[in-house]
């Protein structure tokens, strides 16, 4: 498996545990319910990078004689467990916003809270292009969660600002509630989107279609196969796997269809690497002739 993940989901530990320290100073600093509700998503985003860090380890394992597949399907459980971490913080945002209104307080030192939003933003920048390029080649589903998460993050530092800047600044009051729960209904978004993603792997989705008719395509385009059917794919993490039937001739002896076998699927290993392929050759009809 690709070491991708894994540094990916280090580069999270590190940034989150470095953004708790700094959000949690201008909370005090500030008082802004919006920096509180950033400063509460970053500590679950701590938690949830651990919880990734881990999860990834243990997808990590080959095989063994437990579970034959692998162990692929840990991101999947490990991305609903940063779902129920986002979900919560989403609701506690929005308890503090709605009370917040109540109360008409008021948030302080806008400078300071721009200035640490601002590095949070570029910091999270920086996260998220590592985390894309190990997407990009792996397609882990944990670090898939954790990308989402924190592209909201950087909506989220950009609603703090605008919050600070509109009710000190502009004496727009009542800007910083309103964004806690515009924030807290982001989160809740990412945590559906989330969701979804991992509830498809743990159920076996098949692949996009897109990408099944481009499997179809490969497959059929060895000269000696007469068809390609029943085709099934599902991904576990960062493990994909595909089995299919192929028609081919009747009178083909079972060393010449291995080989055919190992060719078709040499070919589709270089368009579709680290997909583990299974095939069954079944022999075509024989067409009767008319007397």
Do not use: C
């Not at 070491?3 to 545990?17: H, I, Y």
């Not at 640490?116 to 898939?144: M, W």
């Not at 392929?277 to 008319?290: N, T, Y």
């Amino acid at each position: 498996m690709s070491a991708l993940p894994l540094r990916a989901a280090l580069a999270s530990v590190g940034t989150a545990a470095f953004l708790l320290g700094l959000k949690g100073v201008a909370a005090i600093a500030t008082g802004s319910v919006a920096m509180l509700g950033s400063l509460a998503d970053t500590a679950l985003d701590l938690v949830a990078s651990l919880v990734t860090l881990a999860g990834v380890r243990y997808a990590a394992r080959p095989a063994d004689w437990d579970h034959r597949f692998g162990h692929g399907k840990a991101e999947a459980l490990t991305a609903l467990f940063q779902v129920v971490l986002i979900a919560a913080s989403a609701v506690a945002i929005a308890w503090q916003a709605v009370s917040r209104l109540g109360t008409g307080a008021v948030s302080v030192n806008a400078e300071f809270g721009v200035a640490v939003s601002a590095l949070s933003i570029t910091v999270t920048l920086v996260l998220l292009r590592v985390q894309r390029r190990a997407i990009k080649r792996t397609g882990s589903v944990a670090i898939t969660a954790d990308h989402l998460h924190y592209k909201g993050d950087v909506a989220l530092n950009g609603g703090v600002i605008a919050a600070l800047l509109l009710e000190q600044m502009a004496g727009l009051h009542g800007a910083d509630p309103l964004f806690g729960i515009a924030i807290a209904a982001w989160l809740l978004w990412g945590a559906f989107r989330s969701a979804t993603l991992a509830i498809d792997q743990l159920m076996d989705r098949e692949w996009p279609a897109e990408r099944r008719e481009a499997f179809l395509r490969a497959a059929a385009r060895h000269p000696q196969l007469r068809g390609v059917h029943d085709l099934r794919t599902r991904s576990a993490g960062t493990h994909d796997f595909v089995q299919f039937h192929v028609a081919v001739d009747p009178d083909m002896t079972v060393a010449e269809a291995h080989r055919v076998m190992d060719e078709v699927e040499a070919q589709l290993a270089q368009q579709f690497p680290g997909v583990e392929i299974l095939i069954h050759p079944d022999p075509e009809p024989k067409q009767e002739s008319a007397t």
